[in-house]
């Protein structure tokens, strides 16, 4: 499954690419891509674990980005 999120205070192309980055290493991630300019977040995980893999993403992200705030 693919989806795209809206991402609210992501302040630095540096921190878009270190979540990225942290998005990747999740296990049943198969792509991600956080673009800082049009503030988006697009996932491609497993159909049946997405809802879980969803929340180990916000987890990450906020670790790396306390503010950022992903639109689900």
């Given at each position: 499954m693919k989806k795209r999120f809206g991402l609210t205070d992501l302040d630095c192309?540096?921190?878009a690419a270190k979540m990225?980055?942290?998005i990747k290493q999740i296990d049943g991630v198969q792509n991600?891509?956080?673009n800082?300019?049009?503030q988006k977040l697009t996932v491609e995980a497993d159909d049946a674990r997405f809802d879980g893999i969803m929340k180990?993403?916000?987890k990450v992200c906020k670790k790396i980005e306390p503010d950022c705030t992903i639109e689900l």
């Amino acid at each position: 499954m693919k989806k795209r999120f809206g991402l609210t205070d992501l302040d630095c192309a540096h921190c878009a690419a270190k979540m990225e980055d942290a998005i990747k290493q999740i296990d049943g991630v198969q792509n991600a891509q956080v673009n800082f300019l049009a503030q988006k977040l697009t996932v491609e995980a497993d159909d049946a674990r997405f809802d879980g893999i969803m929340k180990e993403i916000v987890k990450v992200c906020k670790k790396i980005e306390p503010d950022c705030t992903i639109e689900l």
